[in-house]
């Protein structure tokens, strides 16, 4: 089948040197990761991989990571998991 749709999408100078990269490594190029990418939508019914927004709990963990400043300090093991425990 001969292929005669362009696809054109912008996204960042970084992302798609770091993507291209990958996909030499994989003797792909962008023409073809995209098309498989196209071909499992189809199949698929819909994107390929999980796109969900986080729950509260994984918001709290994230805002965490943000702001190590704010996590609690322990001295030993014993006192993680006293801390743990309560």
Partial sequence: M???????????????????YILKELGLT????????????????????????PNPETIAAIHEAKHPENLPAFHDIDALFDDLES
């Fill in 30 to 53: 962008a023409s073809q990761a995209i098309t498989i990418y196209y071909r499992q939508i189809a199949v698929q019914r819909g994107i390929p991989f999980d796109l969900k927004l």
């Fill in 2 to 20: 001969s292929k005669t749709a362009v696809v054109t999408a912008r996204v960042e100078p970084k992302v798609k040197e770091e993507a291209e």
